[in-house]
């Protein structure tokens, strides 16, 4: 079989309404919305001209003036267009004559039609996922070890981890060589169409910087006198340079960064599929039917607190200590970081999460959340459950309770020794068995 691009604009129509009418589209609003408004502007002749900024205003509702820059909204449904259509031609229109494929790196849709004959094809029909995707533009693929290190950098390179605006990551092809017992905790991860969401919270910030940067449209309030002092200790000010303060929530700590890189080493290793989002660009409605790795606490996140509102354990801020504990709802227990004497903490304690329970038109479906009583815990919380060794002696704390291996959903508290904002060490501390 062949495919061309020649067909007639009753066909395009045709083949439009075919894909919004499915059972892959039936759920998703937005998606129909967007696939519509992009295939439409192609019929009309008007494809060369969509554009991110066009798509975000019309189709997801985004105000005038937004920047694109900062808002991956667009890029993140478009991933998720793409994937969708694969799902659609794959599994269920399986012999449509016509079909939209969006290609990567832009939002122009082409009507594919098939033609019986013996030359070879000049189209892929049905792209299969590529190795990498970073704010709709492609690159290339590379090994593991070099995926990873891109990962890193891209968090690195934004000082505080701003730059994770969007990520799309598939391991490189070879042979496995992750430990079994790894594989077992991440078990509906551990394949290499898992399509894994990261998503990654960060708490609000308070930017101090000199008057007149670009804020991105942010609102700036006026800096008190006495941070001035206090800036030039740690940057260069020039005489007569007014400064001003921005509220954002683009800014990560040292420990979630290596968190995130944990994870990604580990599901590299699993040859498991990902992208990375920031939190602010994933809602409750795009985890339903995806494997997804949180990052952060119900504090920092909507969809974190709502993912855990029922779960015995969660980190919450405890006035009477002045800091973020682990809370138990069961049994009313507050787990307090402890003290180091100079007005910081010596241990702190990380928090993971595994609700392995959902079930898609795939299998099963897993959820594992690390959250901390700082960054350094939740790193903490994200080593432990990619060390074999911990998962190892998990595995045997479970085994003594009876069960055959780990249970679906549950919950671990990790303790970590902390020092100059960074985790040292990190070691089981207590459990909780949600459903086995």
């Not at 994933?282 to 909507?302: C, H, K, M, T, W």
């Amino acid at each position: 079989m062949t495919e061309t691009l020649c067909c007639t604009s009753e066909e395009k129509h045709a083949a439009l309404e075919r894909a919004l009418g499915s059972r892959t589209f039936a759920r998703a609003e937005q998606l129909r919305a967007f696939l519509r408004f992009v295939c439409e502007a192609e019929i009309q002749g008007k494809g060369g001209d969509l554009r991110e900024y066009a798509i975000g205003v019309e189709v997801l509702g985004r105000p005038k003036g937004y920047s694109p820059a900062e808002d991956s909204s667009v890029r993140t449904r478009a991933y998720e267009l793409r994937q969708k259509l694969q799902k659609l031609y794959s599994t269920e229109l399986t012999d449509e004559p016509v079909r939209v494929v969006i290609t990567k790196g832009g939002y122009h849709p082409q009507f594919v039609g098939l033609a019986v004959n013996r030359e070879e094809p000049r189209v892929t029909l049905i792209p299969q996922p590529e190795p990498q995707e970073i704010g709709g533009s492609e690159a290339p693929g590379h090994g593991r070890k070099r995926v990873a290190l891109f990962a890193a950098a891209a968090l690195l390179a934004a000082g505080t981890g701003a730059a994770i605006t969007y990520l799309a990551l598939r391991g490189a092809p070879g042979k496995s060589t992750i430990d079994p017992v790894v594989a077992e905790a991440w078990r509906p991860m551990a394949k290499q169409d898992a399509n894994v969401m990261l998503s990654v919270a960060a708490p609000l910030h308070l930017i101090l910087g000199p008057k007149g940067r670009t804020n991105h449209g942010l609102p700036d309030y006026p800096a008190p006198l006495e941070t001035y002092g206090l800036y030039r200790q740690h940057r260069p000010l020039n005489p007569g340079t007014l400064l001003d303060m921005t509220f954002t929530d683009n800014a990560l700590g040292f420990g979630t960064m290596s968190a995130v890189v944990t994870t990604v080493n580990t599901l590299n290793s699993l040859q498991s599929s990902y992208q990375i989002l920031p939190d602010r660009a994933v809602p409750i409605s795009a985890v339903r039917e995806r494997n997804v790795v949180f990052f952060g606490s119900p504090l920092d996140s909507v969809t974190i607190g709502r993912t855990v509102e029922n779960t015995p354990l969660f980190v919450d801020f405890e006035s009477s200590v002045k800091s973020f504990v682990i809370r138990d709802r069961s049994s009313g227990r507050v787990i307090v970081p402890k003290p180091d004497g100079n007005g910081g903490f010596s241990d702190v304690y990380g928090l993971v999460t595994v609700l392995n329970t959902r079930d898609s038109d795939h299998g099963r479906l897993g959820m594992v959340i690390f959250s901390g009583t700082n960054s350094a815990g939740t790193d903490g919380a994200a080593k432990f459950f990619s060390s074999p060794r911990s998962l190892g002696n998990l595995r045997s704390v479970f085994s003594r309770e009876g069960l055959a291996g780990f249970p679906s959903a549950y919950q671990v508290v990790v303790r970590c020794t902390f020092g100059d904002l960074l985790m040292i060490s990190y070691e089981y501390s207590s459990h909780k068995i949600l459903q086995k």
